[in-house]
């Protein structure tokens, strides 16, 4: 996987309720669960933004260890989108933990501006993952509540994140460029 242009190598994304419906019916781990579903707009997202990027799951899930979230992924048709799974269970703390971050980053050896969490949660996902100078996008899909700043951003829909993906690319690319002229 090489970097996209705009030196993001890795796109990390929230579990439940960002990648997957998170069922609160529903007990035990997902994959035992007898309905899951992938979120509206995730298959067709992962499949555009993955294309440059590295792909992973970062997860709260007490109820799930790694092989069982994988089985989760392939019962929604999107483990084959996924490269990497971080979970409690392997890396031993939870975010918004500047640790579960700062796993994530050795793991796969990258600066903080190579990486984007990805979540529905703005605390745990957005907040943590900005503790460690990681950009975040916030997936607000309660309201239309628009949060921005110099670490974080709002988009409404995983259909968004795409379009997202390619402005953000062409205003680091200028920002670069003008870096270069000056």
Sequence with gaps: ????????????????????????EFNGPMHLWPEVAAMPGALDALQVVGKKRVIAVATNAIDSREEEIWL??????????INKVYCFYKIGFLKPSPEFFKYILRDQNLKPSELIMVGDDFEKDIQGANRCDIFGVWLNLNSQERRTGKLYDTIHSLNELPSF????????????NNNIIE
């Design 1 to 24: 996987m090489g970097a996209g242009m705009d030196g993001v190598k890795s796109l990390v994304f929230d579990w439940g309720d960002t990648l997957m419906r998170d069922f609160k």
């Design 72 to 81: 989760a992924l392939g019962r929604a048709s999107l483990d084959s989108l």
């Design 165 to 176: 993906m390619e402005l953000r690319e062409a205003a680091l690319s200028k920002t670069a």
